[in-house]
């Protein structure tokens, strides 16, 4: 089980946000890149941005912290980006700065093709992005609740090539509640694309519901207000998760 700390950048800062609210941003850093080389220093072996001004804005508004953040960890671990992404331009771009991923979130629901195209053209580094509450898709930076099921939609992607799926349960996002579990062993179950769980984890119980489903598909969990808040020492819940997969 991969255990991914994220980075949210919002007007240069590192940040976290209640239920994707701009207006509830807590600041955790000035200086994304040295909390960039802090998670790598506690083990992390991804990390996981949001330019969460790109994801409302429908275009990149961080590149320059981006840039600085994957100048400071290099090629020592992958880095994984959403918010704003749009056209194949800019994924090209990113990619050939040294990003490892990109995540398309809106984009990969109001213009399937777009989605398409691109895992046709950069196929190995596209991860979807698919947010929801209560099994329904929410988009544009969860400010539209969709009629778009998840398992439909993801069943949907099995077909393009895409790399992962990113599942974050909305009503739990920086609540600290504990991971929608049982949704997400739903559509790790229901699909063959891996399923990268997000929203909510808040403890060392959350780190074992997850393990005990990995099997079915669930191959990593996004780490955010837990382990910034020290409800979650990140070092040691990725050890666990060693350990737990090595018992299976």
């Not at 400071?72 to 700065?97: A, H, M, N, S, Y």
């Amino acid at each position: 089980m991969l255990l991914i700390p994220a980075i949210d950048l919002k007007n240069g800062q590192c940040v976290r946000l209640k239920q994707g609210d701009m207006d509830q941003a807590t600041v955790f850093s000035d200086d994304p890149a040295a909390m960039a080389r802090q998670w790598l220093t506690s083990g992390a072996r991804r990390l996981h941005l949001v330019d969460l001004d790109g994801a409302f804005a429908g275009k990149l508004k961080n590149e320059a912290v981006l840039k600085a953040i994957l100048a400071e960890v290099g090629d020592e671990i992958p880095v994984q980006l959403g918010g704003g992404i749009r056209d194949l331009d800019t994924i090209e771009r990113l990619l050939d700065g040294g990003l490892s991923y990109v995540i398309i979130g809106t984009a990969a629901i109001k213009h399937p093709g777009f989605l398409q195209d691109a895992c046709s053209a950069f196929g190995g580094h596209v991860i979807v992005g698919l947010d929801a509450k209560d099994g329904k898709v929410a988009l544009e930076g969860w400010s539209k609740i969709t009629g778009h099921d998840v398992i439909d939609l993801a069943r949907q992607y099995e077909h393009y090539g895409v790399e992962a799926i990113i599942y974050t349960d909305i009503g739990r996002d920086g609540m600290l509640q504990g991971i929608n579990v049982e949704a997400t062993a739903r559509l790790a179950r229901a699909t063959k694309i891996p399923v990268i769980a997000s929203g909510g984890l808040a403890s060392m119980q959350d780190i074992d519901a997850l393990c005990a489903i990995e099997s079915e598909g669930v191959v990593g969990v996004i780490c955010g207000r837990a382990i910034y808040s020290g409800h979650l020492d990140f070092a040691a819940a990725q050890q666990r998760a060693d350990m737990l997969g090595e018992r299976e």
